[in-house]
């Protein structure tokens, strides 16, 4: 079985600051993982995505993750926040062969000036 | 435009009444899954459809709850005899096969009085 959990529902960084968004998963195979986005009153958004490929993967938007096989880690970073940054992102991790992406329950990034 | 297109995008209604919420994918996609996101929590799988295989129903939460897909394109989420606990934002993806990145539209959102 496939889960994912972001740590932190809600994280506060100023302008210009590092961004660090947290998800671990756990699956039985080698996953797929992906990091989406969501501005207010709108639908998700792709980031970035993992499949296998460069464990450093480079998404829009200045974003990129790493995953840490032996962390079970997919951590989402900017170096400098921008105040567009404000919105909900979601970590989620799908098996390659799998006919739905579980989704963690996404964390609030908040950009203060 | 060629996105992921969901309507109404606010629907309003009395408990215990018959609702459709429409999906139209985007065009060639073969994939197409319904969610729910209730306020502050992550999203919740209800369906998925891929090309003229069984929908896989298993996140679907009670029988009040159906979908369909006509001719591998627009699908409609039903909810019947709607209760309090069915207000959500109802959101539709689609991809161009299973396990490609999901495309979003805007959403439902669904508010039973």
């Known amino acids: 079985a496939q889960s994912v959990t972001q740590l932190g529902s809600h994280v506060s960084v100023s302008e210009g600051a590092l961004v660090l968004l947290r998800c671990n998963y756990s699956?039985?195979?080698?996953?797929?993982l992906f990091w989406y986005v969501q501005y207010p009153n709108q639908g998700l958004q792709l980031l970035l995505k993992?499949?296998?490929?460069?464990?450093l993967v480079k998404g829009i938007n200045g974003f990129e993750a790493e995953f840490k096989k032996s962390e079970t880690s997919f951590h989402l970073t900017k170096p400098s926040a921008h105040m567009s940054d404000a919105a909900e992102y979601f970590c989620a991790v799908s098996p390659p062969s799998a006919s739905k992406i579980i989704f963690g329950s996404g964390t609030r990034l908040s950009i203060r000036p | 435009g060629a996105g992921v297109s969901q309507s109404p995008s606010n629907k309003v209604t009395e408990k215990g009444k018959d609702v459709e919420l429409r999906c139209d994918p985007i065009?060639?996609?073969?994939?197409l899954y319904w969610y729910r996101q209730s306020l502050g929590q992550g999203l919740e799988f209800l369906i998925y459809f891929q090309g003229n295989s069984a929908p896989d129903k298993s996140g679907l939460p009670s029988d009040r709850f159906s979908a369909e897909r006509t001719g591998g394109s627009v699908s409609t989420l039903t909810i019947q005899r709607t209760q309090q606990e069915d207000s959500a934002v109802y959101l539709c993806?689609?991809?161009?096969?299973?396990?490609?990145?999901?495309?979003f539209g805007d959403g439902t959102r669904l508010s039973i009085l």
């Open positions: 993992y499949t296998s490929a460069a464990t």
């Open positions: 699956s039985s195979v080698p996953p797929y």
């Open positions: 993806a689609s991809s161009l096969f299973q396990d490609q990145p999901q495309h």
């Open positions: 065009s060639g996609h073969t994939a």
